[in-house]
C-alpha cells in the first residue's frame, strides 16, 4: 500500500459489498474497511442463507439426507452426492458394482465440466467481459442437457444410491458425452484465444492477489486454489477413491499464486476431465448399476467416520460419527469454498478494490456452501 | 516509451482476435427458443411432482395406502388418508396430499412405493402466487386426468 493511502489525514470509510437477500443464492456480503481505492479490511459476512444442513443430517435418515448434498454447491453437486455415498458406503461395508463407479466418475466429471465453465463466464464476467458467459453456458447447456438425460434434473442432482446409481445410462448418453468432448476440445483454443490471451485480462490477473501456499495452509484452502499455489494436492490422486487410480490424469500446478495461476489451473482441469471421461467411457463394463445386497434401513457400526472427495472447488469431506441408529449422531461437512474464502481477508489487505474483485472471483465461490 | 508502443500494438492485436470470434458466432445460428412461444419437450427422466399412475386395466391407481412413501419422505410433504370400505380389502385411499412447496424432488418415496403406485410427472411451467396452489390431492388429480 502507497504511504499516501495510509497517511492519517485520509479519512477512512465503510462500504458494503455485494447485495444480501435471502431469496437470492450466490451473493456474498462483505464488510470493507476502505482508505480511499485501498482496501484496510475486508470482513466477509456470512449466515444469512445458513440451513442447517449439518443439523439435518443428525435428524433423519442415511438415505433421507440424500438429496440435501444437491443444495450444498449446486453447481457441481454430484461431487457431493459422490462423497456422501461413498462415506456411507464405507460404514456399511456395501460393495459397488463396477459399471457403478465408471459412470459416477463420467458424470462427475461431466460436472465439474459444466461447473468450471459456469465459473469461466462469471469470472470474466466479474471482470467486465460479458460475450464469453454467454459461449461458456452454451457450452455448459449441452452438459446439463446430458446430465438431465440420465438423472432427471438440470442442477440439484440426487443420483447416486447406497450401492450404485439411480439408473442406468443409454449408450446414447455416453455417445452424447464423447461428441460433446469433440466439440468442447474444438472450443477451447477460441476460449484461450478469446479470453486467455486477452491482454486487458493478462493485466488485470497476472500478479494480482498473490496467495503463497503458506497462507493456502494456515487457512486449510483446497482444489485450484492450493494448486495454483504451486502445491500438487488432488483428492484423486493423493487418497485415491473410486476408479480414479486406474485412470490417467494429470494434475496441473502453477507456482505462481496469483489470480491467472488459478485461473489457468481450472483451464487445464477442463481437458484432464475430458481425458478422464473419454478413458473411463472406453472402459466401462457392462453389468449391474446397482449391488444386490443393500440393507433397507442402514445402520452402521458406531463409530467415527470420514471420507473426502475432490470437488470442483477443492476437498470436500464429511465426517459422520454413528452410535448404531439408523441416524448419525453427529454429521460434519467440510465444505473447500469455507475455507478458500477465509484467505480473503488477509489476502485482500493492501489491494485495490477492482483488483480484490479479480481475486474474490479466482477463488470461485459458491455461496449455499459456505454457509450451509 | 517502447513499451509503450508494444503495448499499443499487442493490445490492438488482441482486440482484433476478440473481434474476429465474436463476429464468427454472430452469423451462427441462434441456440435460443423463444419461450414461451417455443418450449423444450422434457426428458423421459425429468423429475417433477410426483403423480399416481393410471393403472391401464382398472383405470384407477394401484396405491394400497400402506404409507411407505409418506414415511420415506425427508421432507414431509406427503399424507396419506385412507379409510376401510365394505366389501374392499384392505384400506381404501381418499386422499393423497402433497405438499409440494417443500418437496426436494428426491424420488424416496417412488423408490419406497412396492407397488409402483406412483411416478414423477413431466409438469415444469408451474408459476403461483399462492403457495396453496402447490398443496395438490393427487388422487383429485388423477380422476380429473381424462
Ligand atoms: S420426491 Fe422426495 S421430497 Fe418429494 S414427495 Fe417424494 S420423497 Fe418427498
Ligand atoms: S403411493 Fe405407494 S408407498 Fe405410498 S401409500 Fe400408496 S402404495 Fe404405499
Redesign the pocket.
Known sequence: MSSQALSQNNERFEVNLGPQHPATHGVLRVKLLMDGEYIVDAEPVLGYIHRMHELMGENRTWAQFL?NMGRLDYLSALSYNLGYVELVEKMAGIEVPERAEYIRVITTEMNRISSHLLWFGAFVLDLGGFTPLLYAFTDREEILDLLESVTGARLTYCYYRFGGCYNDVEDEFLSGCLAFIKRLRARMPMYHNLVTKNVILRQRLERVGPVSAEMCRKYGATGPVLRGSGVNYDVRKNEPYSIYPELDFDVPVYHEGDSMARYMVRMDEIEQCMRIIEQAIAKIPSGPVMAEKVPKMIKPEPGDYYHAVEAARGTFSIRAVSDGKNQAYRMKLRSPTFSNLSLFQEASKGMLLADALALMGSLDLVIPEIDR | MAGYFTNILSGTKSLLVGLSITQKEFFKKPVTLQYPWESLEMTPRYRG??QLIKDPETGSHKCISCGM?QR????N??TIHSEKQEGVKGKVLVKYE?DFT?????????ENCKPSAIEFSKEYNLASTRKEDFHYDLLKRLKEQK
Open positions: 438429496p | 411432482h410426483i412413501c420415506g419422505c425427508p421432507s410433504c406427503i402433497l417443500k418437496c426436494s424432488l428426491c424420488g424416496q418415496c417412488i
